[in-house]
Nanobody, 119 residues
Framework: QVQLVESGGGLVQPGGSLRLSCATSGSTNSLYPMNWYRQAPGKQRELVAGIGSSGSTNYADSVKGRFTISRDNAKNTVYLQMNSLKPEDTAVYYC?????????????WGQGTQVTVSS
């Protein structure tokens, strides 16, 4: 059973910073890609950032240069450092792990953490 637990959300003023953490269960998590998604009220869930098992990263255009995804495999934790936050970054942020088994994709999700950017 894969468990993902996010933390670090909260209320921050525009221009501020937050660091989200995603703790994962299991000893083999370093093998799998990890992603951060977000979902704002009335909108579809969107991919914010991803990191592969090799450490390669990708970002949504809207967060490039402001957000940084990283992973600490020894701690089974993935981070999302968010700087220069804007009101449009307000959303519930979800951690996601992808596993491919016998050509089948399995997605695992955390419960989400609320990020609110407001003055």
């Amino acid at each position: 059973q894969v468990q993902l637990v996010e933390s670090g959300g909260g209320l921050v003023q525009p221009g501020g910073s937050l660091r989200l953490s995603c703790a994962t269960s299991g000893s083999t998590n370093s093998l799998y890609p990890m992603n951060w998604y977000r979902q704002a009220p009335g909108k579809q869930r969107e991919l914010v950032a991803g990191i592969g098992s090799s450490g390669s990263t990708n970002y949504a255009d809207s967060v490039k240069g402001r957000f940084t995804i990283s992973r600490d495999n020894a701690k089974n934790t993935v981070y999302l450092q968010m700087n220069s936050l804007k009101p449009e970054d307000t959303a519930v942020y979800y951690c996601n792990q992808v596993r491919i088994v016998l050509n089948m994709r399995y997605d695992y999700w955390g419960q989400g953490t609320q990020v609110t950017v407001s003055s």
